[in-house]
């Protein structure tokens, strides 16, 4: 299985179905077919059977990425994201509300007697910029193995969307891991068709919070889902893939250049114009904002994670409407009035 785009980890198939899994914080975890007797010379490995029959996830994208894989849920005991909270995501609701798979509370804070009760033999943690550093050391002092998903961390949203071979690697759904991904390029090389040679409006990100704004930079995978759009990225000068804080005058100099701004929060968090106003009085005076043209994420938006490639496909529809005849949005929504 190649590992095109993510940048994070790695899979090595070895003899007789077993392959060696490196996740990202260099952790190898050696998986061997049920039944199977695991290969000698790999001592200092984590030993797994597969597909692993008990996972618990501490973190609703990675469980967004494979839930929609048939049957792939049957091998996960515990979630971090309540029933009624999953919107769309496939199957996810009917085993919460079965029981067939539990709540395990917060992410910081889950229930450990539950996850115990569970008996997990690997939990599905991430590290980086937000690590679960108490969660991981909890769960290591419990004898559960963790695997390190960092698809958040990755700089272009085709790597984002590759993430879902790592977590299927443990449960033998390689082949439709690699089915799935080719079937996202596919959609975004024909949205890419689609825009060649279209005009390039000028394209603001960036939310307000505490009298600041978070604007990512120019590496980070939203300019570069923004530039496969078919946008001109208008903050192309703040270096680095993270975001950067910036005071909403800095922020409002450059607005005034935008045709569209997609502001990275939901309506439960940003109901209106006048609820933004309020948060930075100074944006409306932006063209951007006169036009009604200040774009949202749809409340659900992080549990699509296998949806990644159709996110960039609607900013494309938002960028092109004319292409984009009579689209119906899902993952961005108009900021109400």
């Known amino acids: ?3 095109e785009y993510a940048s994070a980890f790695s899979l090595e198939y070895l003899e007789d179905g077993a392959k060696l899994l490196t996740d990202a914080e260099n952790q190898k975890f050696l998986l061997v077919p049920r039944g199977e007797t695991a290969p000698e010379g790999y001592e200092d490995t984590i030993l797994l059977y597969y597909p692993v029959e008990r996972a618990v996830s501490f973190s609703i994208t990675q ?3 494979v839930a929609h894989y048939d049957g792939l849920l049957d091998y996960f005991g515990g979630v971090t994201g309540d029933a ?5 995501v496939k199957n996810i609701e009917e085993y919460l509300a079965s029981g067939k798979i539990k ?8 229930d450990y007697e539950l996850v115990q009760e569970i008996n997990p033999e690997i939990a599905f943690v991430y590290t980086g910029n937000s690590a679960q550093t108490d969660l991981i050391n909890m769960l290591t002092q419990l004898g559960i193995p963790v695997a390190v998903d960092n698809e958040y961390m990755e700089a272009t949203h085709q790597g984002r969307m590759e993430w879902t071979k790592f977590i299927a690697a443990f449960f033998g759904y390689e082949d439709e891991a690699v089915s799935y991904v080719d079937w996202q390029l596919e959609n975004l090389a024909q949205m890419e068709a689609l825009i060649a040679g279209k005009g390039k409006p000028k394209v603001a990100w960036g939310m307000v919070y505490n009298g600041v704004v978070y604007v990512p930079g120019n590496e980070s995978y939203v300019a570069g889902a923004v530039r496969a759009a078919g946008g001109d990225y208008i903050f192309s000068g703040i ?5 950067t804080q910036i005071s909403i005058e800095e922020f409002y100099a450059t607005l005034v250049e935008a045709d569209i701004w997609i502001y990275p929060s939901n309506k439960n968090y940003l109901p209106s114009y006048k609820a933004l106003f309020e948060l930075a ?7 951007v904002v006169a036009n009604g043209n200040v774009w949202q994420f749809d409340e659900f938006y992080y549990y699509y994670t296998n949806e990644a490639d159709m996110q960039v496909v ?3 529809a938002i960028f092109h409407p004319d292409v984009f005849e009579g689209h119906e949005f899902r993952h961005y929504h108009l900021l109400a009035d």
Do not use: N
Request: aromatic content about 6%.
């Open 314 to 316: 609607e900013l494309a």
């Open 1 to 3: 299985m190649k590992v």
């Open 103 to 110: 709540y395990l509370g917060g992410s910081s804070t889950p």
């Open 281 to 287: 009085p100074v944006a409306a005076d932006a063209p």
């Open 239 to 243: 270096v680095g893939a993270g975001s």
């Open 63 to 65: 469980v967004g990425m």
């Open 84 to 88: 009624g909270t999953w919107g769309e």
